[in-house]
């Protein structure tokens, strides 16, 4: 499923630097989620794909129509918004659940759960130096359970959420590399977020996750909040990320993302304050996930030399 390898490029050191500012700008999604506590998590994905959407089709809705997909394809990258719309409904339920802490601190698994597809995917052997960062990681989220207990079902929510942006980082690998325009991936996967969003809000009211059918409609500073996440953690964001699929891989990116506990924890405390305080165990747990994300690139060059 994997691409020729002549399409594949070689990071560069601006590339680093620009996928940690995602990672960051992504580490303030859960604060923003806070910040529209009015609404519910369902109601949270429905106005931020929508408005992405919107933007991205005003945007990028004319270079997309001069390079038609094939309807198969088409479909397909639809079929990933599915995948990024559960992601996203997962992630803010988790923050409520629990808190902006116990959310990213289950978002971190996203490793793990890519070191067991993407060799799946690729058809390979699982690369030791993946599958022993994931254990360690694994070994971080154990200790983070063992003294937060009580914030057991936010990180378990969060680890849900994180299989899901796994898959889709997967599919959107496949697609930028096998000659999918960059704008055109992300505009029609937001697309299906949205229409999978919509079909959920149904679902989401016979279960109880919100008070009606129809959503509500943010109010006052709401409208800011939703703003800079659709535009710039979403629109800006998803765009970039996916563009840097075609230097980095998957297990790599995911990686990165490892550290959206670590930006969006440092953040949540300093805005938030006590309501972000966690145990010591917290901590220890989610540094040692952080020396797993920054060891991973030396257990990788030893097994390549």
């Known amino acids: 499923m994997e691409a020729p390898a002549s399409q594949a490029q070689h990071p560069r050191l601006q590339d680093y630097g620009l996928l940690h500012f995602i990672v960051l700008l992504w580490g303030f999604t859960a604060l923003l989620g806070m910040a529209l506590a009015p609404l519910t998590p369902n109601e949270v994905v429905f106005w931020r794909t929508l408005a992405a959407a919107l933007a991205m089709w005003a945007l990028f809705g004319r270079r997309i129509s001069r390079q038609p997909m094939g309807t198969p394809r088409l479909w397909a990258i639809l079929g990933t918004g599915t995948l990024i719309a559960i992601h996203w409904w997962l992630f803010f339920l988790a923050a409520r659940v629990g808190n902006v802490s116990s959310c990213l601190a289950g978002i971190a698994t996203g490793s793990v759960w890519t070191a067991l597809l993407e060799p799946v995917v690729d058809r390979?052997?699982?690369?030791?130096?993946?599958?022993?960062?994931?254990?360690?990681?694994?070994?971080?989220?154990?200790?983070?359970?063992?003294?937060?207990?009580?914030?057991?079902?936010?990180?378990?929510?969060?680890?849900?959420?994180?299989?899901?942006?796994?898959?889709?980082?997967?599919?959107?690998?496949?697609?930028?590399?096998?000659?999918?325009?960059?704008?055109?991936?992300?505009?029609?996967?937001?697309?299906?977020?949205?229409?999978?969003?919509?079909?959920?809000?149904?679902?989401?009211?016979?279960?109880?996750?919100?008070?009606?059918?129809?959503?509500?409609?943010?109010?006052?500073?709401?409208?800011?909040?939703?703003?800079?996440?659709?535009?710039?953690?979403?629109?800006?964001?998803?765009?970039?990320?996916?563009?840097?699929?075609?230097?980095?891989?998957?297990?790599?990116?995911?990686?990165?993302?490892?550290?959206?506990?670590?930006?969006?924890?440092?953040?949540?405390?300093?805005?938030?304050?006590?309501?972000?305080a966690m145990t010591p165990a917290f901590y220890l747990g989610t540094a040692v996930i952080l020396l797993a994300v920054l060891g991973h690139p030396l257990l990788l060059a030893r097994q390549n030399a």
């Open 124 to 276: 390979r052997r699982i690369r030791w130096a993946d599958l022993a960062t994931a254990v360690v990681v694994c070994l971080g989220l154990l200790v983070i359970f063992a003294g937060q207990a009580d914030k057991a079902w936010g990180v378990a929510i969060g680890i849900a959420s994180a299989l899901f942006s796994s898959l889709f980082g997967l599919c959107n690998r496949y697609f930028v590399r096998s000659g999918s325009d960059v704008f055109a991936i992300s505009t029609v996967g937001l697309s299906g977020a949205f229409v999978t969003t919509a079909f959920m809000l149904p679902l989401s009211a016979w279960a109880g996750f919100q008070p009606t059918v129809w959503p509500a409609l943010p109010q006052g500073s709401a409208w800011l909040w939703l703003f800079l996440l659709s535009g710039v953690c979403t629109v800006f964001a998803l765009t970039a990320s996916v563009a840097l699929l075609r230097r980095f891989s998957a297990f790599s990116t995911s990686l990165a993302i490892n550290m959206e506990p670590v930006y969006g924890i440092l953040a949540a405390r300093l805005l938030l304050g006590q309501t972000e």
